[in-house]
């Protein structure tokens, strides 16, 4: 069983930084993909980037691209995602969770994804 917590989460203006954490305990996520997903208000829960089990290939929605960054450090069994140039359409619950397969190439379907943690609230204000 793998518990993932994320953390960094908060209120920031439009334009601001912050930079999101998922820690992961019980068993090692280093030989895993691993994304970040968020929902807004009565939205669905969309894809916002994956990093591969290595950190060698990154993932990003269009929305985000050029304004976010994946990485991972293995050793520390974390997942980081900066997020810079913040707008209000950002404003979510952000979630990061561990892909279902060993090594596998990630996706942007939840479904790929079985491990969750229980997100971090970032509100982007205008």
């Known amino acids: 069983q793998v518990q993932l917590v994320e953390s960094g989460g908060g209120l920031v203006q439009a334009g601001g930084s912050l930079r999101l954490s998922c820690a992961a305990s019980?068993?090692?996520?280093?030989?895993?993909?691993m994304g970040w997903f968020r929902q807004a208000p009565g939205k669905e829960r969309e894809f916002v980037s994956a990093?591969?089990?290595?950190?060698?290939?990154?993932y990003y929605a269009d929305s985000v691209k050029g304004r976010f960054t994946i990485s991972r450090d293995n050793a520390k069994n974390t997942v980081y995602l900066q997020m810079n140039s913040l707008k209000p359409e950002d404003t979510a619950v952000y979630y990061c969770?561990?892909?279902?397969?060993?090594?596998?190439?990630?996706?942007?379907?939840?479904?790929?994804?079985?491990?969750w943690g229980q997100g971090t609230q970032v509100t982007v204000s205008s």
């Open positions: 019980g068993r090692t996520i280093s030989r895993f993909a």
């Open positions: 969770a561990r892909h279902i397969v060993s090594t596998a190439v990630p996706g942007a379907s939840h479904n790929e994804y079985r491990y």
């Open positions: 990093i591969n089990w290595s950190g060698s290939s990154t």
